[in-house]
């Protein structure tokens, strides 16, 4: 049996929560000391995929990261905290939010960083696309998300339809 045949009842958002922590150590950084952008969004990418599997109780796999700002830089000594939860899924794929902050653990400070957002796609051992079960998102700002993942979606597919003619793919 794959890890979620048969198990595709509705779950909550709270459900596929999850939390990671990370110390910057002068090996995430540039020369000036700052977070390199591709730690974090490697990070991210983790964070995304924690909660992608404990939604779909499947292996799961990045179809896309969407845009990502950086608010405000990290350094050596700081800790990054990247929260995620699954937002909404879909027939096989999810979109997975990720909220990164950054924590000074001297002055107790804590700011945001970047919001991601991941579509992640349920996979069996073989690559072979699962079905994932419905979310059921439980408070007014995962509703919020709820819906607004239904937007960027559509805005997602209409964008890789404008690229393809820019290539001249049609």
Request: hydrophobic content about 40%; cysteine-free; glycine content about 6%.
């Amino acid at each position: 049996m794959e890890p979620n045949e048969g198990n595709l009842r509705p779950r909550p958002v709270s459900d596929s929560k999850s939390e990671m922590i990370e110390l910057v150590l002068p090996n995430d950084t540039n020369p000036l000391g700052a977070l390199l952008g591709g730690r974090l969004m490697h990070w991210i990418d983790l964070a995304g995929a924690l909660a992608a599997h404990r939604h779909s109780h499947s292996y799961a796999v990045t179809a896309s990261m969407d845009h990502i700002d950086f608010l405000v830089p990290v350094h050596v000594g700081d800790m990054v905290i990247l929260q995620s939860a699954v937002n909404r899924a879909f027939n096989t794929s999810m979109e997975v939010g990720v909220r990164v902050l950054v924590e000074n653990y001297i002055s107790a400070s804590r700011q945001k960083v970047a919001t991601a957002y991941l579509t992640f796609v349920a996979v069996d051992r073989h690559g072979r696309r699962l079905k994932v079960p419905p979310v059921i998102p439980e408070t007014e700002e995962q509703k919020r998300r709820y819906e607004g993942a239904l937007r960027r979606r559509e805005a997602s597919k209409v964008e890789r339809e404008r690229r393809k003619v820019d290539r001249g793919d049609e």
